[in-house]
């Protein structure tokens, strides 16, 4: 191990709906951030969203992971990666791509990032109930 070994540093940790990255210059747009979700009904299917990772004081190939956890201490999923970089001073990035998420019940939710088997950073995600629209009422 590195004498003036430091962890990793994470720079940001994001939920959103989509990523596009400009094939020209590399950069990444988000699209749709979020810390919150409304559904009427649970369990729910979220479809698809993506989680954004960046840190800094990492050498090398550096192994992470998400994981997405209850507040009852349920694990709804825990996805390992990898992190790439080639001196301390970069900011890698990762992109995770989640689909066909079931979220059993409202509530907190917490996302952990992890490297190198340690935990860096958290964030809550709320899953909210929504009361179902009342259909309208025929004023005839």
Known sequence: MKENYAAPTPLALLT???????LRTRKKSLIGLFNSVGASAYPYLMR?????????NCEGETDISIKLQAADGDVVFNLPGKIPA????????VIFNIQNLVIKAPGSYELILTA???QIASRMLTFKQLACPKPPQDKS
């Open 16 to 22: 959103c709906d989509n990523i596009i990255t400009d």
């Open 48 to 56: 698809e969203f993506f989680v954004f990772v960046s840190m800094t």
């Open 86 to 93: 080639q001196n301390l001073l970069e900011s890698p990035e």
């Open 116 to 118: 190198g088997g340690v």
